[in-house]
DNA sequence: CATGAATGAGAATTCATTCAT
DNA sequence: AATGAATGAATTCTCATTCAT
């Protein structure tokens, strides 16, 4: 097989990067980018502080591939819905369905999630990342152009209608998180879904 | 009169704290959240960082207040359209259109707004929160609960309805302000406009 | 008259540098370049580490500025005498005296002194100073070649012949230091000069 | 025969530590005192971290014991000098080509040679000191001694004599390394000895 | 009241040293 | 014996906060 011989050691290095980068997503979701020391990382991935640069050059880097790791995590799984062959709003629905269900899986990540939408999160103002969240709009973007070419969908700036859906649907997310008791994920899917599609206005004219 | 007696120094405190919150306004604006220090703060205010807590009693309460005090100001603007009769759909338009032009107005403020959402930035962890996010949240809620009560909106939970709505055009917004040739205001207003009251879909049958 | 008019905070500002830069050249001198922290500095000092960095930007910076000032004290001495009109050889014996009585008086600057020399004392590899010393061997060489232009000093390189001469005292300096008794300072200004000026051969067709 | 039993363990562990010290010598002489670092020794070494420790108890002892067999094979070429019988003014002569030779061969030992006067090298204040510089000063003591008994030398403290000659001659020596294009050997060589022997005075007279 | 020099807790980072494999 | 991953003490530097003037 093409699969590339891993040493023992790189199982061992990647493992910790990857015990690493959890701990860091954890103390983030818990007290924020800023409030993340690497003290704090250190202890919730039961090292000391010192093993972390070993496997991280900085702590930039450390909080960046922890954003690029979970980002991909839910990109991946996004990804695979959008691939899917599919009629258009089926694909929306399964899309909210998917965001809201990994979200549910991964509150804690949830919090860096957010705080990377704003470039200021690492306190160097150093261009961290949200190439990432760029990309994910533009995947959404052009499977809107898709439905917009193929008559589903009414023509606009595909840009920015991606950027609506991926807000809104945001906010709900963002509000089940908050709530003690949320409603079933279904309802939210199907809420989020009929607002993309249809908006809010009544038709008693159907 | 009901006027309370304002002395002079009742006068001058005031201005104080407002001059100070501006200027970290625009310092959060410029730098972010986490850069933006006290002594930065205090020189942009041209007064000296002492005397910053004579008004505040530490940088998390000057935040706070700021924080506050901004939405407070967008909040009004939003409130005069909410409070003027006018039917529903016009409604939304004006405060989307209202919206979008304030923050046209404030660039500096957006990114303040946008931190406000996860309260990540003040580095210590001391729940410096979002009260007037909810409120503003709740404000909207309450237009569309009798909106639904009216006929006009189809029964959905009016606060994740809010919550879609705010943070779909919030979206627009911060592309907007990433652009360096946005599009004309209006027409951003029609497209959230239309997204939110019909949707995406394609109504050829019209 | 022309003296700048110094306020208050001027000289309170000077006095503070004033004073960091003789703890910093003491703790030096004790502990030597590397093992002199700020921490140690800041103690020595009776301040707190913060304070120094509102004098000076970082270690590094700190230390420049300490060796040029002190080295800056040794060559004023020693250019009193050079300026002063006087024959060649009463000059040499002069500058000789002036250091050995300098290095008296300042024990604790010789360690500093010694790694002027060696570029390698800030730690970073960052091209500090030693161009003080370099000064100080040029103005040594142009009263020798003053000398050889007055036919008093035999024709060699001027530049070499200065490093020789500087050197070569330094390491008297340093073994007084060393000494628990060591001879009367006119004594070794005797050794030291006549070596320079007739080396160590014996005449005795004199 | 007297030769101690070497057994095959002796002479790996002489190896090692031959080849550790060499390794730390280039790391030094490349780096500087305080940038040499035991991963970079180790590398330059090819050995990993931890065997550096099974042959030194710590980093002050390789470095020490560095700075001794450096010094002594300096220390051996200039014994061979001394002890060749050879009129005194040759003998000095010899041992100053011997000395600019020795540090044109080992242009990277001189960093270390510097920084093994001051002891201010090795980080933690330990006095790690320098010893074989003694040993060396007083060798030529010996034979400036002897000088002087065969009436060849003026009567003058021996001791200081050979600091005077070392560090004069050192300065030189620093300069030639210094310099793009250094003088023949021999132009240094006499211009060194003749201000031993003679002085700078012009003796027009002669 | 206002100031800004001084403080010192706390953050990131480095590196000599240890020890399980 | 050799390794090198892990450790954590030590170091530099920052910045919110205090307080004497």
Chains 1, 2, 3, 4 share one sequence.
Not at 179 to 200: C, F, N, R, Y
């Amino acid at each position: 097989m093409a699969t590339p011989p891993r040493s023992k050691e790189d199982v061992v290095q990647e493992f910790r990067v990857q015990t690493l980068m959890e701990a860091t997503l954890r103390v983030i979701a818990r007290k924020g980018m800023a409030a993340a020391t690497m003290q704090e990382i250190a202890d919730e991935a039961g090292v000391s502080k010192g093993t972390i640069y070993l496997y991280f050059r900085d702590r930039d880097e450390l909080v960046e591939r922890t954003f690029e790791g979970a980002i991909a995590q839910l990109m991946s799984e996004l990804d695979a819905v959008l691939d899917r062959p599919m009629p258009f709003e089926e694909k929306i629905r399964e899309l909210i369905a998917a965001k809201i269900a990994f979200f549910g899986k991964n509150r804690e990540f949830f919090r860096l999630y957010l705080s990377m939408r704003s470039p200021e999160g690492t306190q160097r103002p150093k261009q961290t990342c949200h190439p990432q969240y760029r990309v994910r709009a533009q995947r959404l973007a052009a499977v809107l152009q898709k439905a917009m070419d193929d008559g589903e969908v009414r023509p606009v700036d595909p840009n920015r209608l991606a950027l609506f859906i991926i807000e809104g649907s945001t906010a709900i997310i963002l509000e089940r998180l908050s709530e003690k008791h949320p409603p079933a994920e279904a309802e939210d899917v199907e809420l989020v879904t009929s607002l993309i599609l249809g908006g809010v206005r009544k038709r008693s004219d159907r």
